[in-house]
């Protein structure tokens, strides 16, 4: 009978644990590119040139909160490999977490 219960604790607390990385997954990953005051381009990590790659335009609100190698916009550099977490408005990626996880 302890076994069938442990069993069924290990279930319950690995479908609990897959949840959280899945839920807190990152939407986008990529490097920063063409920086403006509020917005920068996201290239992929790798090129391929028979491919046509998806560069999205993430902007930036007075909300989005950086994390990792750098903690502010204005240290936000061209090259740095990011992960980002985003929600559309009004037709535009927003940030609401940037994540750096290498300088350039």
Do not use: C
Not at 41 to 67: D, Q
């Amino acid at each position: 009978m302890k076994s069938r219960g442990l069993i069924i604790g290990m279930t319950i607390i690995s479908i609990a644990v897959l949840t959280f990385f899945l839920l807190n997954r990152a939407d986008y990953h990529g490097k920063v590119g063409d920086i403006t005051d509020n917005n920068f381009t996201l290239y992929p990590l790798e090129v391929n040139p028979e491919y046509e790659h998806f560069t999205p335009k993430v902007h930036i609100s007075n909300f989005t909160k950086i994390t990792g190698e750098i903690n502010s916009m204005r240290s936000l550099k061209e090259g740095q490999e990011v992960e980002i977490w985003a929600v559309e408005k009004e037709g535009k990626i927003v940030a609401k977490k940037i994540k750096v996880l290498k300088d350039s």
